[in-house]
């Protein structure tokens, strides 16, 4: 008996320290953005983020503009000089070109950018305007993880990580 009073005691204070609470993931939160969506987008616009998109899928390459790897910046510059229009290569050049837009009025192919370093409000991500519709922006631009794809301002990773928009057009 003296034995098995310890025992039963040991398996009363395990079971007792279960933590009883739960989680939820809540990675897939979106937010309303609040836009104008009157504006129409110019042909010029619409037909650089239609050629931007002929590269969702193309694998992310630090420095790449090209269907073999390209990163953010890459695409916008390689989608621009494709209908002649020269921007610089990099975002830290890009992130100063162009006016300024409030993202209540951005259209498609306004360049959207960034801050994806935890703790840092540093431009380091761009990407294009692509649809705009009542709450929500979406844009092309190429991940690090999943190379150029398509994402969405409402979602709350870019919803929290958005710095700024400017017109270049």
Known sequence: MKQLLPLILLLFIVSSC????????????THSVKVNTSAKPTAEAESIVKYAKTFDGTRYKYGGTTKSGMDCSG????????HDVSLPRTTSGLKGTG???DLKEVNVGDLVFFATNKNSRKVNHVGIVTNVRTGNVEFIHASTSRGVMISSIAEKYWYF???QARRVL
């Open 75 to 82: 695409l916008i510059y390689t989608s621009y000089k494709k």
């Open 161 to 163: 990580s958005f710095v």
């Open 99 to 101: 006016e300024w837009v």
């Open 18 to 29: 279960k933590s009883k609470k739960t989680y939820s993931s809540k990675k897939n939160q």
